[in-house]
């Protein structure tokens, strides 16, 4: 069965752009989450997805957003980049949801530079 | 909210020796502890998870155990090999969401 795939996996933006990322789970799963990585900071949860509903936030600001489409895809969506956004951005994703009845898979990432 | 605290950041054990990662959790109401690992340009891969009716488990050279009245967890490698090094995660969360609260990582170096 293929894991989590991350498109793009490297991206390189200017201040004040947006940029979209974009996930797709493994098969038969129907829950994505997202985490932001930096070094500063390490993993933070952004927000989850289930049956195309935000189901879950974290503490980011209204400029990350993001959507699942019916086939469970997910895309993460980061308006007017700053500089503080370059991170390693991570989708995870599981059956129906987290906590004890269903693990949490990774995929290898969306490297975004903010220059 | 959760506040998971992991030790120690880095770690480095000669191959054969054991290692073991120490996490503390603030949220009475955690209870799935998942331990990831990440080697350098891939996301972090699940090795191993611990639920809060469970005490120990464990997976060949791998072993987690949880004390849930001193809220704390812990990641046990026996007979380290240079493919374990890397930084290991421990994380939490509560009921059935998926967010994870993770610990800052330790990283591992087995040297030969």
């Known amino acids: 069965k293929a894991g989590v795939t991350q498109t793009p996996r490297y991206l390189i933006k200017t201040r004040g752009q947006q940029v979209t990322l974009s996930c797709s789970p493994i098969?038969?799963?129907?829950?994505v989450s997202w985490y932001q990585q930096t070094p500063g900071q390490g993993l933070q949860f952004l927000f989850e997805?289930?049956?195309?509903?935000?189901?879950n936030k974290g503490n980011f600001p209204g400029r990350f957003s993001g959507r699942q489409f019916s086939n469970s895809r997910s895309e993460m969506n980061v308006s007017t980049l700053e500089l503080g956004d370059s991170a390693l951005y991570l989708c995870?994703?599981?059956?129906?949801?987290?906590?004890?009845?269903?693990?949490?898979?990774f995929g290898p990432g969306t490297r975004l530079t903010v220059t | 909210g959760e506040n998971v605290e992991q030790h120690p950041s880095t770690l480095s054990v000669q191959e054969g020796d054991s290692a073991v990662i120490k996490c503390t959790y603030s949220?009475?109401?955690?209870?799935?502890f998942p331990w990831y690992k990440q080697e350098l340009g891939k996301g972090p891969q699940l090795i191993i998870d611990?639920?809060?009716?469970?005490g120990e488990k464990k997976d060949q050279r791998i072993a987690v155990t949880l004390n849930k009245t001193a809220k704390h967890f812990s990641l046990h490698i026996t007979e380290t090999q240079p493919e374990d090094s890397a930084v290991y995660f421990c994380?939490?969360?509560?009921?059935?969401?998926?967010?994870?609260?993770f610990g800052t990582g330790t990283r591992l170096q087995v040297t030969l």
């Open positions: 611990i639920r809060s009716n469970v």
């Open positions: 994380a939490a969360s509560s009921g059935t969401a998926s967010k994870l609260t």
């Open positions: 949220d009475s109401a955690s209870n799935y």
């Open positions: 098969s038969g799963h129907r829950s």
């Open positions: 997805y289930f049956s195309e509903t935000q189901r």
């Open positions: 995870a994703s599981s059956q129906r949801g987290g906590g004890p009845l269903y693990e949490q898979y």
